[in-house]
């Protein structure tokens, strides 16, 4: 098989932005966008409440407005890590997709310049494409 280059099309269930209900500190929201973004601030002025609903995109639109924690860089990717772990929870439909991608590399290709979790033009560190094959051989233990 070729490499997945792109969550859209056939392979838009790996987008953070796909639906797929995941708990994060005993919230439920409604996509891995939705809790990621919620995830940035620990202010309590910053209400939870509003990422738990809408689109992923206007969750992503709401965390560019918040304080940001002091330690996000160290622990943003640990959270994505928990999150894609909760969307790929074994014996669900998406980690029975997941695993039937069998080996090919996963890139989140990109056109809006992300280079830390995709690939852009070329360049990138595919960080969330790396989480999602780190899970998809996780979810093989359990076969």
């Not at 202010?43 to 709401?62: I, L, M, S, V």
């Not at 069998?102 to 852009?120: K, M, Q």
């Amino acid at each position: 098989m070729k490499p997945i280059t792109e969550f859209s099309g056939a392979y838009r269930w790996l987008s953070n932005f796909w639906p797929a209900q995941v708990d994060l500190d005993g919230v439920i929201y409604p996509s891995v966008e939705h809790a990621y973004q919620a995830a940035k601030s620990l202010d309590e002025n910053d209400e939870r409440e509003p990422f738990q609903y809408g689109t992923a995109g206007e969750a992503k639109r709401r965390g560019r407005k918040l304080k940001v924690r002091a330690d996000w860089e160290k622990v943003k990717v640990p959270v994505m890590r928990i999150l894609i772990a909760k969307k790929f929870a074994p014996d669900t439909t998406l980690a029975t997709k997941l695993v039937a991608t069998g080996d090919v590399d996963i890139i989140e290709g990109n056109t809006w310049g992300d280079t830390f979790w995709g690939v852009c033009r070329g360049e990138g560190e595919n960080n969330l494409g790396k989480l999602i094959m780190a899970q998809r051989a996780v979810l093989r233990m359990y076969e």
